[in-house]
């Protein structure tokens, strides 16, 4: 009888031990819309990268896959006599796809040494837009620089000098100070193309991560087609230059509109919008309107065409390598070296729900890790062997809790120790997903401890009870 | 403290390795020197977990608390170091309180048992430090083919919490059960 007893206790015993392994993660990571959390399935992706120059123009080829070509972006759907928005950012994908797929690559001169180490981890200030303690609009409308003075209506990306306080998103330093840090180079160049607001149009966006994340000076490529006062678009198809003067919008949410179609709408083939054109249900105009943009904002064009097809998209950006606004831009040199980091969004994601990279080296003529190709004429080859970058979803992680007490290596930031030392890509996407459910996890994790302990106290318990000393 | 820490861990590691060679081959052989190597099982359990307390102990004077509970391999090793550390103490009082009977008929091969989970614990946890230091082996690339990705916490959702709870009474209970039939010689 004790012998069975002995059996049954260690049948139990290790019953509990498996049970723990087979269900162990589960039960508190998952989609919590209210606190803007959606994990993405896949964590990784990768990313190929060309570049070359001909010693006047630099170009970047980027092809990275996508299960479909996210082309579109937020609409105007009529609906019961209305004109109503779709596609406004949720966390994770947008569901009827409205988010078009990017491409973005932040680039320094070593001005901002930081981000050569830890890449777009230094622009990732406290409550950003899209994380669970997010800024509000409110406040970011209201602050007297960033929201009064730029206009800006969330919290963006910010270098980390350009704040008093690195924990604190408001804590601007004054703007003399900003200005000095400008003149030093103190901001990252970034590439932003978009498939909706500014490839039809055949630019990428040329912006720039200072105090926040801002356009360079110039004319953007797209404008908002909503007029406030009534209510209705600005802006509706040229019927007699693309076919009609709408989308419809089963159309575009069962695939039947593709890159070869009209999906966008380009002020120079648009009419001013006419109510009384005999709308019907379904009647569908894209909520942006794309135009050439101007001045420094119109420094970075698609070279040939940015397609997808076959699950990836394929990207040729080309730029002059001194665009003569060294305020705006990174200046670049036959025989210069700088550091770039690249992302990507795709499947209608926005915000914080992209792929990033850590930073790698680019050296025009120099060791580095990406080597553009030196051709001569005006458009590359393209014969040389990709750079093959990983990306991974970086969930929510400030710069602040990096150096704070809660990141075992903050001592290493502060020693100017490289992530690539210490993290992997594949590490970083599962750190920054705990990073989401932080308490939660910990409370768990206490729980499963004490709860280990009390089974090995019970099990010894059994053990002795059981076993009959001579 | 880290480099204390690292070399306080080889003084458990050493002697709960040792221990359980020496439960293994007691396990299998009645012979004489099986018998020696028993008797110095208990010293050697004893100082293993005198050891291991104290590279516990020097261990979370690492790091802050609020560092090493906010990182998944921080947990992960705590976690373990602390399931290790129980695990062996477990081993030591049953050969301990139990004696030479812990050798009669199968219980010794549930002690062999015990004894190899006990240096997977151990191997695990010493994985997991070696992440914490920045030196990896394969044993995370096993575990990880096994279901755990080692750089997520270790954690159990709250129905096996309470499964587990369930076990330990269960466990309790039987052994009540079986020391009260004992007795009666049912």
Redesign the interface.
Known sequence: MQRISLYAALVIFLGALGLSWLTHGNGVVRDDPKHHISIPKQLTVPLEVWAAYNGTDVFFRYRWPAPNAGIFHDMLRYTNGAWVTQGEAVPGSQPEGLHEDRVAMMMDDGSVPEFGRYGGYVTIGKSLTGFSDEASSRDVKNHPYLGKKLGLDESTKYLPDTRKDLSDWAAVVPETEQDRLRAAGYFLDLWHWRAHRGAPVGYSDDQLVGVARLGDSGRGAYATNWDRERKQPRLMLDAAKVGKAALNWDDITQGRVGQDDVYYLREDQALPFDPNAGWKEGDTIPRRILRLPQGSRADISIAGRARWENGFWDVTLQRKMDTGKPLEDKILRDGGAYQVAFAIHRQATGGRWHYVSLPYTVGFGRRAEIQPTYFQGDAPDWHQTPFRATLFYPGQVSWPHLNSASHAGAERIKAGVPVRYRHTEEQLAHYGIEAEFAEAIKTQWRLTLLAGIGLLAAFGIALNLLIQRK | MDAYHVVLVHFPIALWMTAALAILWRAASAGPLALAVDRALVPLLALGLLAGVLAFLVGTQV??W???????L??NH??LA??TT??W??LL??RW??????W????RW?MAGLALVGSILLGITGTLGGH?V?IHTHVSDALRM????V???????????M???G??????A??????S??RRG?
């Open positions: 790091w802050p609020e560092t090493i509970s906010a990182t998944p921080g947990r705590v976690l602390a399931w129980a695990y103490a477990l009082v049953t309180l139990k004696g030479d009977a812990v009669e008929g199968f219980t549930i914490l920045g096994l279901g755990w990705e750089f997520t916490t270790f954690y159990v959702p709250t129905p096996t919490l499964a587990i709870g076990a330990a009474i269960a466990l309790i039987l052994g009540l059960v079986g020391r039939r004992a049912t």
